[in-house]
């Protein structure tokens, strides 16, 4: 993962998933279900060398100030 020292993504990572969700969004126009996007997508930023994975779940320990038990 491209990454600096603190666990950011890095300027060139950065810049090629929004360049990613813009050539999606500029070549199959709109109209499409969400889920024809979202395979798109996951196709076009492996294609840059960017790892993805569609609706992974992570748990919420954290709404605004409130703490959920794990």
């Known amino acids: 993962?491209?990454?600096?020292e603190r666990g950011?993504?890095?300027?060139?990572?950065t810049g090629r998933a929004p360049?990613?969700?813009f050539e999606?969004?500029?070549t199959l126009g709109a109209g499409f279900l969400e889920?024809?996007?979202q395979r798109a997508l996951l196709h076009e930023l492996r294609l840059r060398g960017i790892?993805?994975?569609a609706?992974?779940?992570f748990p919420v320990t954290r709404w605004v100030s409130h703490w959920f038990d794990q």
């Open 1 to 4: 993962m491209n990454t600096d």
């Open 8 to 13: 950011y993504f890095d300027d060139a990572m």
């Open 19 to 21: 360049g990613a969700i």
């Open 24 to 26: 999606v969004s500029n």
């Open 35 to 37: 889920k024809v996007y």
């Open 51 to 53: 790892r993805a994975a």
């Open 55 to 57: 609706e992974v779940s």
